[in-house]
């Protein structure tokens, strides 16, 4: 699947580069800027098991494959092998999607959190700064940097106030991307973006995590489902609509910050109703709480008011939380009762 290539400068179409294309969100942009004629360029990290499954059906299509996407290697602190990429890709557009964005998994691994989430975006930054014709870059930061706001719902004016080290990485790299607009007038868009999830929600987050158990336990593969707090709220939306909303941040004529959220806050407990609602199952039978899955520290009264984004952009989030949940668990219950194959062996 992988290919060094470099499209033919005469033939060059609109390109993009995305670091995390591998991810939910990159594979979701993947597709829409490919739908829209442009060459792409994903950065993919080396690991032993180099996972892609979410690119896999854009394989099927010869065209892309062969003239249109193209996946190099590059980890995000490796900088030389980036510079290289992007001087010879020339892309029109960055989009910066890669990180370490497990928030829990941040107490953890705090140092690996701020090395990827917080230095990476710095040092490709400055990568851009130094390039002779500089793309549009968009950022995706993450509605942790407001933590524990004073104010709800958030807009751009909103303080910081991150209480994770993933908020607080995510935080100095919004604002390095806001000082390189401002100071070295680099065309860098922060898209402050509140939960956003899909059928391809990486396992360990809790939305996948449940609308997996709800299906598994409808099929008897699975008897409970255990989790942390489930009085925790989120504003929940789909993510296919926000990178959407990315992608028309760097459309404009001037770089700027946008909230791109739903407006709407739920409970954990409200997407275990829904997803288990979906299934005909009561999650009271079916839910364990453990201690291991709580934080030091949660974000509280994250709600997003994307007010900009709509009448800038004419952007809007389409999908509630109940319609969400249901469609991922009709996802997985498709995927656990269709036979294995393949591309579905990583999912
Ligand atoms: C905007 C933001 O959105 C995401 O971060 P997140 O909100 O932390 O997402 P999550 O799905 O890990 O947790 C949501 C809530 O659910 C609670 N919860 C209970 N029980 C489990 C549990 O078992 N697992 C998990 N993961 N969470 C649990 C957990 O304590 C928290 O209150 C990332 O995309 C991030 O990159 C980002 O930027």
């Not at 499954?53 to 590059?74: G, P, Q, S, V």
């Not at 500089?134 to 995706?140: D, E, F, Q, T, V």
Request: hydrophobic share 35%; net charge neutral; aromatic share 8%.
């Amino acid at each position: 699947m992988e290919s060094k290539q470099f499209p033919n400068e005469s033939t060059r179409n609109k390109s993009a580069l995305i670091t995390g294309i591998t991810g939910q969100d990159g594979s979701y942009l993947a597709e829409l800027l490919l739908e829209k004629g442009y060459t792409v360029h994903g950065l993919v990290r080396r690991n032993s098991s180099t996972v892609r499954t979410r690119l896999d059906h854009l394989y099927h299509n010869a065209e892309i494959y062969n003239r249109r996407m193209f996946l190099h290697y590059a980890d995000l602190d490796d900088i030389t092998t980036i510079r290289r990429i992007l001087t010879r890709s020339k892309p029109d557009e960055v989009y910066h999607l890669a990180g370490q964005s497990h928030v829990g998994a941040s107490f953890e691994i705090p140092e690996t959190t701020c090395q990827f989430t917080a230095m990476g975006t710095l040092k490709l930054l400055e990568i851009l700064r130094d390039l002779e014709k500089r793309p549009r870059m968009l950022h995706i930061s993450s509605s942790e940097i407001f933590g524990r706001p004073d104010d709800s719902p958030q807009n751009e004016l909103t303080p910081m106030r991150p209480v994770t080290p993933y908020g607080i990485a995510k935080a100095f790299a919004t604002q390095m991307v806001t000082l390189y607009r401002e100071s070295f007038e680099l065309f860098a868009c922060n898209a402050i973006c509140y939960n956003h999830e899909s059928p391809r929600r990486g396992e360990s987050f809790v939305t996948r995590k449940i609308t997996k158990a709800a299906a598994a336990i409808s099929l008897g593969i699975q008897d409970h489902l255990t989790l942390g707090s489930i009085e925790t709220q989120r504003d929940w939306g789909y993510a296919a609509d926000y990178v959407e909303g990315m992608w028309r941040m760097l459309q404009q004529d001037s770089a700027d910050d946008y909230i791109l959220a739903t407006g709407e806050s739920h409970r954990v407990e409200d997407f275990l109703a829904a997803s288990f609602e979906a299934v005909k199952l009561d999650w009271r039978d079916y839910l364990r709480q453990d201690k291991a899955f709580m934080r030091p520290s949660e974000v509280s009264r994250l709600v997003g008011n994307a007010d900009k984004a709509r009448e800038k952009l004419g952007w809007t989030a389409t999908t509630r939380l109940p319609e969400l949940a249901r469609r991922m668990v009709e996802h997985d219950l498709s995927r656990l009762t269709s036979k294995p194959n393949e591309n579905e062996r990583f999912l």
